[in-house]
């Protein structure tokens, strides 16, 4: 295939999903945002074990 086919092809398909995509609602929004901050609370609590582990190593 050529550059200009590819290109063609590639904005189609971006095409697709843009028509396809929605906004999410406010329940799935705070779904999301719980997830996230979840995610973040738990990798702080790993890393803050590993530092106190760590230290407590280096006595």
């Known amino acids: 295939m050529n550059v ?3 290109l063609k ?4 398909q971006c095409k697709r999903v843009l ?3 929605r906004k999410p ?3 799935e929004y705070l779904n ?3 997830v996230t901050g979840a995610g973040i ?3 702080g609590a ?3 074990i590993i530092y106190i ?7």
């Open 9 to 12: 092809d590639f904005l189609g």
């Open 41 to 43: 609370a738990l990798i």
């Open 19 to 21: 028509k396809v995509s």
């Open 4 to 6: 200009k086919a590819e």
């Open 46 to 48: 790993i890393g803050f």
């Open 53 to 59: 582990v760590g230290s407590l190593i280096n006595l």
């Open 32 to 34: 999301f945002a719980k």
């Open 25 to 27: 609602g406010k329940d």
